[in-house]
């Protein structure tokens, strides 16, 4: 969390395309999910779509973390 919270600090809350190109990364990698038939590699990819997902709403919590602090100053 804290490196979302660098980030979202770093681009002063800009962060819509950084979210945008993991959405893209994610549904890119649902295609490839259903594509694999070997279990081992569908697995690794799964864990790579959980992994993005998880990074996408730490920088989403950021970023109202950052929202709620611009307002309170």
């Known amino acids: ?3 979302a ?8 809350g ?7 190109h993991i959405d893209h990364d ?4 649902a295609i ?3 594509k694999l038939s070997n279990c081992l590699l569908k697995d690794i990819s799964q864990e ?3 992994q993005l997902l998880e990074i996408k709403i730490e920088l989403q919590q950021a970023l109202l973390e950052y929202n ?3 307002k309170e100053e």
């Open 1 to 3: 969390m804290f490196q």
């Open 5 to 12: 919270r660098e980030i979202v600090k770093r681009q002063k």
């Open 14 to 20: 800009e962060i819509n395309s950084l979210v945008s």
């Open 26 to 29: 994610i549904h890119i990698e």
């Open 32 to 34: 490839i999910q259903k």
């Open 48 to 50: 790579r779509s959980s």
């Open 68 to 70: 709620i602090s611009l």
